[in-house]
């Protein structure tokens, strides 16, 4: 199974940014699609995710209102809009997918393949 993400950047405070998750080796339709963030010196944590039925989706408070997590199955391919961007959104963003169609707590140990992540930056 691989996932590549691609999409992150540099932009200012209040821009957008669309991030893109291609996988292969699995059916995003079978399998929870997640998206995580690290920054310097703080743990992973979770973002976004969506069910494998697609029926559902998850968000951390700090994103809610703000980014959106989609897919397009066609593509086998996970999106991750952003919008309003602020400097602490500011991170290295992860992919990833979990090996059932939905997890209770999406912690990353729900997970089991990653992505190489791609580089958020947020200018204020």
């Known amino acids: 199974v691989q996932l590549v993400e691609s999409g992150g950047g540099l932009v200012q405070a209040g821009d957008s940014l669309r991030l893109s998750c291609v996988v292969s080796g699995r059916t995003i339709s079978s399998a929870e699609m997640g998206w995580f963030r690290q920054a310097p010196g703080k743990e992973r944590e979770f973002v976004a995710a969506i069910s494998g039925s697609g029926g559902n989706s998850y968000y951390a408070e700090f994103v809610k209102g703000r980014f959106a997590i989609s897919r397009d199955t066609a593509k086998n391919t996970v999106y991750l809009q952003m919008n309003s961007l602020k400097p602490e959104d500011t991170a290295v963003y992860y992919c990833?997918?979990?090996?059932?169609?939905?997890?209770?707590?999406?912690?990353?140990?729900?997970?089991?393949?990653w992505g190489q992540g791609t580089l958020v930056t947020v200018s204020s």
């Open positions: 990833a997918s979990a090996p059932k169609d939905s997890t209770w707590y999406h912690t990353k140990w729900d997970y089991d393949y």
